[in-house]
């Protein structure tokens, strides 16, 4: 090395300020936070999708889709149990209706799973989780429950077949 490249170098920091890390004053760097601009190390970043981020700027952030309060957890619940008991007299009427012509009745497990699914999903926002989820799939076994109860008839694997159908469709409209 030359004297003449060492004192070039050292002049090309003179001008510089020196940053320090915002929770590691002791450690120097050159990052900074893309959104408020602190100075961070490598120990603190946040790789996000928009850049390197301080702690408290990349906080993952829920999506307001999956971001559900208890406010419309217990509408999910209330719309559920008026549907699970609502699709159940349905259910056992059109059973009652129709025995003699088959999978008929069982049917209409399909369209009761789709039915709860929709009306809890418009009652929540159209919010989605795996709690509502849980509160569609427990709705449509209520309503299987109430027409069982109503109609008293055989428990066949056709009609459980359909009532898992039916939960499906239930939970794959909010979950």
Known sequence: MTAGMGSATDTEYEGHEVLTCYWHPALETAL?????????CTQCLVQAHVGIRCRECGKAVPMPTFDVSPSYYARAVGVGLASGIGGGI??????????????????????????????????VNR??????????????ALAFLVSWQIAHFRFEIVSLIFMGIGVYMAVQRVR
Not at 32 to 40: F, L, V
């Open 90 to 123: 349905l259910w056992a009427v059109v059973n009652l209706i129709f025995r003699g012509i088959p999978f008929l009745a069982s049917l209409i497990a399909v369209g009761i799973g789709y039915s709860v699914g929709e009306l809890i999903s418009l009652a």
């Open 127 to 140: 919010k989605r989780g795996n709690g509502l989820a849980w509160i569609a799939g427990l709705s449509v």
């Open 32 to 40: 900074s936070c893309s959104r408020c601009g602190k100075s961070i």
